[in-house]
């Protein structure tokens, strides 16, 4: 007997369909993807109305992507995707640093800068001297590492967001430690800033009630050879957004101490030690 779709057996009916020779991990996605949402309009019972609501959300994400914009990875930052499949595939040993999110607005090939080396070029904001080592996991230092950092300027906003006001590479650099392990670099007390919300996904964010900032934070990619990347932030421990990052970046052992001083090379100072697992 034919079997057609009907609501009971919708599942059996679409899985059902995937050729016998169809790559043995693409089936199993398929497969669950389809499973979870078949149940997820079952249990939500979505009217008509609601999914062309929920098409049209997606069509004017897509419209929205360009190489400077990405609001599908906003969506995906935003709901803890992001942060779910990062957890997933970084779980490290106890001691070692932890990973969060990239954002948007990571750019590769930063300039390379010596140590001390200022990153703040259109003078805003506090300054402020990051500094710390780069080790194993029994403390040893790593010579060689590579420090690739970035933040948003004083007023909020990343230099490749800005490229008309603001100076290319402004607030990114990268350093590479030498036989001490240690870094230090001079940026600005970073500030708190809205994920762009003039889309889709700010619209989402509104329904829910839901503000668009993310707490103050350092961007860091530090790498070695035979240790695993790091792809990470420090926070700014008194920032009001801390327990309620839009895209849920914040962990506890990421949130640094900035203590004042008193003039001279800057007016904050920031330790930070990165602990790398073996490959
Ligand atoms: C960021 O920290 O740069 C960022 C992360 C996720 C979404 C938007 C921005
Ligand atoms: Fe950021």
Request: net charge negative.
């Amino acid at each position: 007997m034919i079997k057609y779709f009907t609501e009971e057996a919708s599942v059996e009916a679409v899985n059902g369909r995937m050729a016998e020779d169809t790559d043995p991990r693409l089936r199993e996605v398929m497969a669950s993807l389809v499973k979870h949402i078949h149940a997820f309009i079952k249990e939500t019972r979505i009217s008509q109305q609601e999914w062309e609501t929920a098409v049209r959300f997606l069509t004017d994400t897509g419209r929205l992507c360009t190489p400077e914009r990405q609001e599908f990875i906003l969506l995906s930052d935003t709901l803890g995707v992001s942060m779910l499949v990062d957890a997933i595939n970084n779980r490290r040993q106890m001691g070692a640093t932890e990973n969060t999110v990239l954002g948007p607005f990571y750019v590769p090939g930063a300039p390379r800068r010596a140590m001390g080396d200022r990153i703040t070029l259109d003078g805003k904001g506090e300054s402020c001297v990051f500094e710390g080592t780069v080790v194993d996991l029994e403390g040893q230092a790593i010579e060689g590492a590579i420090i690739d950092v970035w933040s948003d300027n004083a007023e909020g906003f990343y230099d490749v967001q800005q490229p008309d006001i603001q100076p290319k590479w402004n607030n990114r650099g990268s350093f590479v430690t030498g036989a001490d392990g240690g870094y230090s670099f001079i940026g600005i007390k970073p500030v708190s800033y809205p994920i762009p919300d003039d889309g889709p996904v700010g619209q989402m964010l509104k329904h829910l009630g839901r503000h668009p900032f993310r707490p103050a934070h350092m961007h860091y990619i530090v790498s070695a050879n035979g240790f695993q990347k790091v792809v990470t932030h420090t926070f700014v421990g008194d920032d009001r957004y801390l327990s309620s990052d839009a895209v849920f970046g914040v962990k506890a052992t990421l949130v640094a101490p900035f203590e004042r001083l008193s003039g001279e090379e800057a007016e904050w100072r920031s330790r930070f030690d990165f602990v790398l697992s073996p490959m």
